[in-house]
């Protein structure tokens, strides 16, 4: 592993100083580093990088590895940008939860250690992808979840919601989430779905705030199709796909299903789904 590109976030509370000896480290260890544009001058205060070479967003260069160094947030834009070159991503967290990451900041000179001694695995974690039947998604795939909200109105929605090709509900309530099994402690979670081991096969359909109460989660295979017709006195609802953004016409369709590519997740052996639980939900706290 000799080429690296870098992903941040100009939001962070971390000193740039620290992220700068990170990257410095990563140098002296003989491994080619380029940086994300914007994050680059944010770690530089605008200065000329440091000596480190940039790129733009939406031209990653040929690289071994991704690394993301902030919270999940970052971790998902990495995703965005990447994903589909079939580039492996580590996570380095600077932010709060970071529970995609391998790894805080303070613990990176380890969690880089064992990744270029060859001491880690990929895990392949299945996307979701949704298109419109009246406007184009412009970064149509997600790793999270894909959501869809009240735009601009306190009014319920109406979601006509197909499976495999048969009628299966109409949900009413504030939204629907169609959440990956690596989502499933995201958006997901918050609203009453269940949590699932990341690296299963299948989706889940999450109503927000129903209007009737046996509305409830429902898992399916990720080999599943979903149309969701969805009706509302707004002109417009949103569609947010992992946390990004994009109005679709009321009475539109989206189809939902697996993505043609996946997130090629690295994660130090040490790591596993119960600890996780344990490290991140606070499982393993005596909370009484």
């Given at each position: 592993m000799k080429n690296l590109v870098i992903f941040g976030n100009t939001y962070q509370q971390e000193d740039p100083a620290k992220v700068l000896s990170?990257?410095?480290?990563?140098?002296?260890?003989?491994?080619?580093?380029?940086?994300?544009?914007?994050?680059?001058?944010?770690?530089?205060g605008g200065m000329n990088g440091d000596g480190f070479s940039s790129f733009e967003a939406s031209q990653v260069p040929d690289a071994d590895m991704a690394l993301s160094l902030g919270g999940d947030g970052t971790f998902l834009t990495t995703v965005m940008w990447v994903a589909s070159l079939g580039m492996p991503i580590l996570g380095i967290n600077l932010g709060h939860l970071g529970y995609l990451t391998a790894g805080r900041l303070d613990e990176s000179s380890t969690?880089?250690?064992?990744?270029?001694?060859?001491?880690?695995?990929?895990?392949?974690?299945?996307?979701?992808?949704?298109?419109?039947?009246?406007?184009?998604?412009?970064?149509?795939?997600?790793?999270?979840?894909?959501?869809?909200?009240?735009?601009?109105t306190s009014s319920m929605l109406d979601m006509e919601t197909r499976l495999r090709s048969?009628?299966?509900?109409?949900?009413?309530?504030?939204?629907?989430?169609?959440?990956?099994?690596?989502?499933?402690?995201?958006?997901?979670?918050?609203?009453?779905?269940?949590i699932l081991e990341p690296t299963t096969s299948c989706l889940v359909l999450s109503p927000i705030s129903p209007h009737s109460l046996t509305m409830r989660p429902l898992v399916v295979r990720d080999d599943?199709?979903?149309?969701?017709?969805?009706?509302s006195r707004a002109d417009h609802y949103e569609v947010s796909i992992d946390g990004e953004v994009t109005l679709c016409p009321t009475g539109s369709t989206l189809t939902f299903c697996r993505a043609p590519h996946c997130a090629r997740v690295i994660q130090c052996l040490s790591n596993n789904f119960a600890n996780t639980?344990?490290?991140?939900?606070?499982?393993g706290t005596d909370q009484r």
């Open positions: 990170l990257l410095n480290d990563l140098r002296e260890r003989g491994l080619k580093i380029a940086v994300e544009k914007e994050y680059l001058k944010y770690l530089s969690v880089i250690d064992d990744v270029l001694a060859g001491n880690y695995r990929i895990e392949e974690r299945s996307m979701l992808q949704v298109t419109c039947d009246q406007v184009e998604i412009p970064h149509p795939w997600a790793l999270n979840e894909i959501a869809i909200l009240r735009h601009d048969h009628e299966l509900t109409t949900y009413r309530g504030d939204g629907l989430i169609v959440s990956t099994p690596t989502g499933s402690t995201a958006y997901n979670m918050s609203v009453g779905g269940p599943s199709e979903i149309a969701v017709r969805t009706h639980l344990r490290q991140k939900l606070l499982w």
